[in-house]
Nanobody, 114 residues
């Protein structure tokens, strides 16, 4: 089993920044993709960003140029730097990992509001 623990969510004004982090523990040796999804009220869960163990990165169209994902393979952590935040970025952000199975964190709330 793999456990994912997120941190770093909160309330921020439009145009502000937040940094999310996710730490993986347990049977992590087989994990080859980590990343973030988000889900806003009344909307489907959508991909925010992903990064492979080899460093291949993917971003959702709505966050390109504003968000940056990074991964520390040695520490089994993945981080998401979110800049120029907009009210539409308000959602619960979920860390995920792909290995033998798909694993999910408990989610962290990000609220962008003045």
């Amino acid at each position: 089993q793999v456990q994912l623990v997120e941190s770093g969510g909160g309330l921020v004004q439009p145009g502000g920044s937040l940094r999310l982090s996710c730490a993986a523990s347990g049977s992590i040796s087989g994990i080859y993709v980590m990343g973030w999804y988000r889900q806003a009220p009344g909307k489907q869960r959508e991909l925010v960003s992903s990064i492979t163990i080899g460093g291949t990165i993917n971003y959702g169209d709505s966050v390109k140029g504003r968000f940056t994902i990074s991964r520390d393979n040695a520490k089994s952590t993945v981080s998401l730097q979110m800049n120029s935040l907009k009210p539409d970025d308000t959602a619960v952000y979920y860390c995920y990992a792909v290995g033998k199975n798909n694993y999910w964190g408990q989610g962290t709330q990000v609220t962008v509001s003045s």
